[in-house]
Antibody, heavy 114, light 107 residues
Framework: EVKLVESGGGLVLPGASLKLSCIVS????????MRWVRQAPGKGLEFIGE????????NYAPSMKGRFTISRDNAKNTLYLQMSSVRSEDTATYYC???????WGQGVMVTVSS | DIQMTQAPSSLPASLGDRVTITCRAS??????LRWFQQKPGKSPRLMIY???NLAAGVPSRFSGSRSGSDYSLTISSLESEDMADYYCLQSKESPFTFGSGTKLEIK
C-alpha cells in the first residue's frame, strides 16, 4: 500500500525556520519526482515545487523561490521542505504528492503567528 | 507561467443534475490536464488524468473532455457524495498551476 506521511508542522513565529518531512512507503521512492503543494485556510491549492528522483534538480513556483528548499534522502524514503523567514501568509496545510499526482499525504498544518 | 482559469467558483446543483466545470489554459498544454476532488479536511483525490482518462476507482458518472484550450469535468448525474471542491491542474510544465477551484454544493 502506498503511503505518504507528512510531519514537522505546528505553530511557528514569524521570521523563523521550519523543516517539514514526508516519509513514504509502498513504492520505490528513488524512481519518482516528488512535489509539495500547500493550501491556506479556506483557499485553493498552490504548487510549491518539485524534486527529481536523484535529487539533482528542483523546480519552484516563482513565489516560493528563495525561501523554500526541497530536498530528499532516498536512503530514508523521505522528502523535505525547508521553510525559512516564514510569514503569516505561509499559514497553510502542506501536502506532499507523488509524481503522478495520484498519491498525496494527509497534510500537515503550519501556523505562523506571534 | 501557464495560467488556469476555472469557472464557476461556486455551483449550486440538485441531486441527479448534470454539471460541468471548466478550465481554460493560457497556453497550449495538450492533454496535460488533471482534475481533483477535495472534501473538507481531506487530501485532494485524482479524478481525471490526461484530460479524459478516469483515474482508478472513480465512478463512471465522471468524465473529462477537451475543446481547444478549454477543459471540462462533467458529472452526468449528481450524487450526494460528489459535493466537494474541484480543482484542475496543468501538468504540462513546471511550475504546475491549479485552477482556483469550484465549490459544488446542494441547491
Amino acid at each position: 500500500e502506498v503511503k505518504l506521511v507528512e510531519s514537522g508542522g505546528g505553530l511557528v513565529l514569524p521570521g523563523a525556520s521550519l523543516k517539514l518531512s514526508c516519509i513514504v512507503s509502498g513504492f520505490t521512492f528513488s524512481d519518482y519526482w516528488m512535489r509539495w503543494v500547500r493550501q491556506a485556510p479556506g483557499k485553493g491549492l498552490e504548487f510549491i515545487g518539485e524534486i527529481k528522483p536523484d535529487g539533482s534538480k528542483t523546480n519552484y513556483a516563482p513565489s516560493m523561490k528563495g525561501r523554500f528548499t526541497i530536498s530528499r534522502d532516498n536512503a530514508k524514503n523521505t522528502l523535505y521542505l525547508q521553510m525559512s523567514s516564514v510569514r503569516s501568509e505561509d499559514t497553510a496545510t502542506y501536502y506532499c504528492a507523488r509524481q503522478d499526482w495520484g498519491y498525496w499525504g494527509q497534510g500537515v498544518m503550519v501556523t505562523v503567528s506571534s | 507561467d501557464i495560467q488556469m482559469t476555472q469557472a464557476p467558483s461556486s455551483l449550486p446543483a440538485s441531486l441527479g443534475d448534470r454539471v460541468t466545470i471548466t478550465c481554460r489554459a493560457s497556453q497550449d498544454i495538450g492533454n496535460y490536464l488533471r482534475w481533483f476532488q477535495q472534501k473538507p479536511g481531506k487530501s485532494p483525490r485524482l479524478m481525471i488524468y490526461g484530460a479524459t482518462n478516469l483515474a482508478a476507482g472513480v465512478p463512471s458518472r465522471f468524465s473529462g473532455s477537451r475543446s481547444g484550450s478549454d477543459y471540462s469535468l462533467t458529472i452526468s448525474s449528481l450524487e450526494s457524495e460528489d459535493m466537494a471542491d474541484y480543482y484542475c491542474l496543468q501538468s504540462k510544465e513546471s511550475p504546475f498551476t491549479f485552477g482556483s477551484g469550484t465549490k459544488l454544493e446542494i441547491k
